[in-house]
């Protein structure tokens, strides 16, 4: 561990990266799950198709190749409108950071599709006929029970999915982003420590799983605090 | 048959069982003797069910003795597998074994326990099946019989290990009306066949029938037992005659 | 930048080599982990603490750490550690492919054993309790009552943990291996199309993903044909 030493600010600083792709993607996650379930619950067929296209293409497809094809797509797309302004540029790429988080969002985001798709249709239709009869309009009626109960079925597969997601941002370290595994490789490159910079990197991501799967239980026992029996 | 040459096949001794710190069963007292048939009846969680599962041990009792044909089933059981293969149980729902035809779940205690030949078994389990009235279903799923079926191929799988007694856990209690005297004939043929029986049961016609003791619990405790004929005409303890009217008023 | 259609006709065979690897490396993880899997989960049920325990932490650490991290771990890391270099099992760790089949083995092996005993406990409890009443053993019951039917609950879920496990094995083109992934980065370093090359082998992921969906669909029919109800 003594090799360790020099490299905790490093390391504190990847696990920032992680914290910052982990959060801006999950933004991105939740949107394109939504847009993915209220494309497959509409009445479009066309809506429906591509959300089921968007389903079956990146759940079924390897997350590096991915996150590769989007780093080095966009990459050449990107350097190919410089070079109408300048010939001379060889490269430019899109900043890993961004094609990291936004690969990883499709990814997660079509498992989340599925998830808020089978939470909307999962709610009791008894609830929902309840609330109208109640007089609730169909506005409240969506605040006030469809929300709710959704949240309560999609949050133990959502939780799943966020710990997913963590994980998948080890591999944007692949294209360059300076995060923990980055970060390990250089230590690497001074120190030739390789088992003890990884493992720190499996404490470090080990740390996250945890704290995520502790803030999901919390979730849980507070979406479903009224299930509780009293003793 | 008087007191003298009974033969017990179950006895019971100050039983207490405890889940957590809740007693199920307070200091029950309870013989069989063989070829008689026991009716326990008493409301819902009044620990009927906790009575029978320790009679082959899928509940441990606590305090107490159980033999069971000669059996103790007190502290450590050697071979409690043993004892369970001269004891039948016939369950509220049914639990065939839902991956196995029908035939198949008669012949599969006998092929793991007994190691007997195949068409030994199968000859045996088609004469069970007949027994039952439903030799035509031998092949089918149990998914694709009724319930009344269901619960009489379960009475021909308890029976395939030939048991010198069969516990009955309210067999009929999760039928639909109509197929309840199906099962309950199949039981009285039995009962008449000679076969040590306790049966929890609220179906006051089939104890009227064939028990020789009715049994009446109450919150884990044995409260009132007698042969039917005075159980139900002149019951002495108040809380038997307010259950007596409440079934008998449905 | 126009799509070269015969650059794709080009690399497509090239990259289909690299799919007899990736089979190797499907196959025989999902065989190691499959065994890995039940026995885990037997300690797991043993009802033993100094059993169960440790298979938990096992788990823990190997669902709460990214797969990338286990890889680089076993490959670059345990040649640092004497001991491995000296034991028996140093022939395997020093080749890519045999680091790669045991981590992906070592991996998926833990998500098995948690679905195996997602399975097991959804076993109804009665029907176990019906095989002991008969004097059936604690092991045939296992055995004839509780696997069978363990083994159809969780069949769905074990399909979709080999397509994960399939996607998987793209990552062991992180440790020079040439399998589709590894030949396809290599074809993209040296033509520089991106696009071309890596929709092409997406293409090839579809669609082994598609026939691992269609298999195990397949085997559940066979498998449920006793709850099909004949009118
Ligand atoms: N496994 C168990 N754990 C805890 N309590 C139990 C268990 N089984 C039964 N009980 C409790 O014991 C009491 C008697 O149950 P049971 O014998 O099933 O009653 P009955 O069959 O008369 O309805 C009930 O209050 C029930 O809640
Ligand atoms: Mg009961």
């Known amino acids: ?231 | ?250 | 930048m126009s799509f070269d259609i015969e650059l794709i006709l080009d690399s497509i065979p090239k990259m289909l080599v690299g799919i007899g690897l990736t089979f190797e490396l499907l196959f025989l993880s999902l065989a190691l982990g499959t065994a890995l899997g039940i026995f885990l989960l037997i300690l797991r049920i043993s009802g033993r603490w100094y059993l169960a325990a440790p298979t938990m932490v096992y788990i823990y650490i190997f669902r709460g750490t990214p797969i990338l991290v286990q890889i680089f771990i076993i490959y670059y890391g345990l040649p640092q550690l004497e001991f491995v270099r000296d034991s028996i099992f140093w022939p395997i760790l020093k080749e890519p492919f045999g680091c790669a089949i045991v981590a992906l083995s070592l991996n998926t092996g833990a998500y098995l054993s948690e679905i195996f005993r997602g399975g097991v406990l959804g076993v109804d409890r009665g029907l176990t309790e019906a095989a002991a009443a008969l004097g059936i053993s604690v092991r045939q019951r296992f055995i004839y009552i509780t696997s069978p039917i363990a083994i159809r609950l969780c069949l769905p879920a074990y399909s979709n943990d080999v397509v994960s496990l399939m996607k998987s094995t793209a990552l062991a083109s992180t440790i020079t291996l040439l399998d589709m992934m590894g030949i396809a980065r290599t074809i993209v370093a040296e033509t520089y199309a991106p696009y071309e090359v890596f929709i092409s082998v997406m293409v090839i992921y579809l669609v082994i993903t598609w026939a691992i969906q269609r298999t195990f669909a397949w085997i559940e029919k066979r498998m449920s044909r006793h709850v099909r109800r004949e009118a």
């Open chain 2, 1 to 250: 048959m008087s007191k003298a040459d009974r033969q017990l096949m179950i006895e019971l001794e100050n039983v207490d069982k405890f889940f957590g710190s809740f007693q199920a069963l307070k200091g029950v007292n309870l013989t069989v003797g063989k070829g008689e048939k026991v009716v326990v009846c008493g409301p819902s969680g009044s620990g009927k069910s906790t009575l029978i599962r320790c009679i082959n041990r899928l509940e441990q009792h606590n305090n107490g003795k159980i033999v069971v044909n000669g059996h103790e089933l007190t502290g450590a059981v050697k071979d409690i597998d043993a004892v369970r293969r001269e004891v039948g149980m016939v369950f509220q729902s049914f639990n065939l074994f839902p991956h196995l035809t029908v035939i198949d779940n008669l012949m599969l205690a006998p092929k793991l326990v007994r190691k007997t030949p195949k068409a030994e078994n199968r000859k045996k389990a088609m004469r069970l099946l007949e027994r039952v009235k439903i030799p035509e279903q031998a092949d089918k799923w149990p998914s694709q019989l009724s319930g009344g079926q269901q619960q009489r191929v379960a009475i021909a799988r308890a029976l395939c290990m030939n048991p010198e007694i069969i516990l009955f856990d309210e067999p009929t209690s999760a039928l639909d009306p109509e197929m309840i005297s199906e099962v309950l004939d199949v039981m009285i043929d039995l009962a008449r066949e000679g076969m040590t029986m306790i049966c929890v049961s609220h179906e006051m016609g089939f104890a009227r029938s064939v028990a020789d003791n009715v049994v009446f619990m109450d919150e884990g405790e044995i409260v009132e037992s007698g042969p039917p004929g005075t159980f139900f005409d002149n019951p002495k303890n108040d809380r038997t005659k307010l259950f007596l009217k409440q079934i008998l008023s449905h």
């Open chain 1, 1 to 231: 561990m003594a090799a360790v030493s020099g490299w905790w600010d490093d390391f504190f600083w990847g696990s920032l990266v992680v914290v910052e792709l982990f959060f801006v993607a999950l933004i991105m996650t939740v949107l394109f799950g939504l847009i993915g379930a209220g494309a497959k619950l509409s009445n479009s067929r066309v809506a429906k198709s591509i959300a089921s296209g968007y389903t079956i293409v990146f759940r079924g497809t390897p997350e590096i190749l991915v996150l590769l094809l989007f780093y080095f797509g966009s990459a050449i797309i990107l350097t190919a409108i410089a070079q109408i302004f300048d010939p001379e540029i060889k490269f430019v790429d899109f900043p890993p950071f961004w094609a990291g988080s936004f690969a990883i969002a499709l990814i997660i985001g079509s498992y989340a599709t599925e998830t808020f798709r089978g939470a909307f249709l999962g709610v009791d239709p008894g609830q929902i006929e309840a609330a109208r009869a109640l007089g609730l309009s169909n506005l409240q009626t969506f605040i006030y029970v469809r929300i709710p109960a959704m949240w309560r079925l999609a949050l133990p597969p959502f939780g799943n999915h966020m710990l997913s997601l963590v994980k998948d941002t080890a591999l944007v370290a692949i294209i360059g982003l300076e995060e923990t595994l980055f970060v390990a490789e250089q230590a690497i490159a001074y120190t030739a420590k390789p088992f003890t910079m990884y493992i720190v990197v499996g404490a470090i991501y080990l740390g996250f799983s945890t704290i995520i799967t502790l803030t999901v239980m919390g979730l849980e026992r507070y979406a479903n605090r009224h299930l509780e029996v009293w003793r």
